[in-house]
């Protein structure tokens, strides 16, 4: 006959078998003194521990009157969560509107002006002359480039 | 007495005692025993129902502290008696107390959650109610935490055997 685990061996010391558990355990115990010893040692063993776990707890105390701390409701959080996200979000937005504002701003008004240069090749084809190129920005002021 | 009142007495030592046993501290169990009925409190408060408040407290005691527990990342410093509390035990007796409850302080959370309602009494149904182990699982899970103490007390100490 098989010897008894050691879960089998727990339950019966904490009297949470089942009745065909327990008399299962007592037919074995009755010619098995390895286990009985087992079951003896288990027992000792866990009785022990009871006691030096209980042994923690020395004095009660007496129960201190129970006073609720008024706890600031979750709503109130994620309240303010949202009133933050919508801030950032307009901050956001109103960055965005500027820079692309400034980005699609009304081009400057510029006048180009080309004119042949004053040094007329009259043996090249109009391609390879001279040419000025005046560029006048909206203020007037005339920048002038040469291509030669 | 209104019914937070009736629940707040009558479970009040229960509460601490697994607190205690759990956090190793008296001042943190307190304050674990005070988070546990403010819970109860706003429960109730917002009309929620308890059908079992004896198994409620002790699920939301056992959580609070093995979260407090994890957050510490290291066990509680031992509240462990001065010697002039205990005429009745001999030194050598409260040395082997003292081992023992170190063993304990080193077990992991949830296997210490096991211990501590096995040591109030427990029925393996209500361990299983209280700490999440499938009820079929709590004697073996007991006889293993068991075992794995004493390995841990032989190693701590070859004279206690």
Redesign the interface.
């Known amino acids: 006959m098989t010897c008894i685990k050691p879960e089998l061996i727990q339950k019966y010391i904490d009297r949470e078998t089942t009745s065909a558990e327990s008399e299962l355990v007592d037919a074995h115990l009755k010619h098995c003194e390895d286990c009985c010893r087992k079951v003896e040692a288990r027992k000792q063993f866990s009785q022990l521990i009871i006691h030096s776990v209980n042994h923690l707890v020395k004095d009660h105390g007496s129960i201190p009157a129970f006073a609720p701390v008024k706890k600031v409701s979750g709503r109130f959080f994620v309240k303010r969560r949202i009133i933050y996200g919508l801030s950032a979000a307009c901050v956001l937005l109103l960055i965005m509107f500027t820079v692309i504002r400034t980005r699609t701003r009304e081009p400057w008004h510029v006048s180009i002006v080309n004119t042949i240069g004053p040094q007329v090749d009259a043996n090249k084809p109009i391609t390879k002359q001279d040419m000025i190129i005046n560029i006048i920005d909206q203020d007037g002021n005339v920048t002038e480039l040469k291509l030669e | 007495m209104n019914s937070?009142?009736k629940l707040?007495?009558e479970n009040?030592?229960k509460v601490?005692?697994v607190a205690?046993?759990m956090s190793?501290n008296?001042q943190n169990a307190?304050d674990i025993v005070q988070e546990v009925?403010?819970s109860l409190?706003?429960k109730l408060e917002n009309g929620g129902e308890i059908i079992y408040p004896g198994t409620w407290l002790y699920k939301v005691t056992v959580n609070k502290c093995c979260d407090g527990l994890r957050k510490q990342m290291r066990f509680a410093t031992l509240?462990v008696?001065a010697g002039n509390?205990f005429h009745e035990v001999t030194i050598e007796k409260q040395e082997t107390?003292q081992i023992?409850?170190k063993a304990?302080f080193e077990l992991h959370p949830r296997e210490r959650v096991i211990?501590?309602l096995?040591?109030e009494g427990f029925?393996?149904k209500e361990i299983s109610e209280a700490s999440g182990v499938k009820f079929q699982s709590?004697?073996?899970t007991?006889?293993r935490i068991?075992?794995k103490?004493?390995k841990k007390l032989k190693g701590l100490n070859n004279d206690l055997y």
Do not use: C, N, P, T
Request: glycine share 6%.
């Open positions: 937070f009142d707040y007495y009040y030592h601490y005692r205690l046993k190793g008296a307190m009925f403010l409190f706003d509240d008696a509390e107390r023992i409850e304990l211990m501590v096995y040591s029925s393996y709590v004697g073996k007991i006889s068991l075992e103490l004493e």
